[in-house]
């Protein structure tokens, strides 16, 4: 007589495999579906610690919907900021460029002297 494996009752045994040790009852087995609902249907042997993966929503939204409001008084990100910006930029190079070629003369010259 086949009992279950996990309550050793011998009353509605599931075949839920071809395994002939596999015995589960049917209250085990819902106890079991209860605690662990995301396990893959089956044989909890066979099957082992296998889960299903339920997405409900979509994780990349194919419509985007964005609105930027941007105040008169607020210049950041716009193009003519961008080229304040590059021209400063520019201009503080050159200034650090000019600077370090005065310095190697002049260090040259002191070497020199």
Same mark, same amino acid.
């Given at each position: ?26 209250? =085990?087995? %819902?106890?079991y579906? *209860? ?5 893959l249907?089956?044989?909890?042997? @066979?099957?082992? +610690?296998?889960?299903?993966s339920?997405?409900?929503e ?22 003519? =900021?961008? %080229?304040?910006?590059? *021209? ?10 000019? @600077?370090?070629i +005065? ?11």
């Open positions: 007589m086949t009992s279950c494996l996990w309550c050793e009752e011998s009353l509605n045994i599931l075949r839920l495999c071809e395994n002939q040790d596999h015995n589960i009852c049917s209250i =085990c087995y %819902e106890e579906l *209860k605690n662990f609902p995301k396990r249907k089956g044989c909890p042997y @066979c099957n082992g +610690i296998e889960e299903t339920v997405v409900t979509p994780l990349i939204s194919n419509t985007v919907d964005v609105t930027v409001s941007q105040s008169a008084a607020n210049r950041e990100n716009t193009n003519e =900021c961008c %080229e304040v910006c590059c *021209k400063c930029c520019c201009y503080c190079s050159c200034a650090t460029f000019f @600077c370090l +005065i310095k190697g003369t002049m260090a040259s010259i002191f070497l020199l002297s």
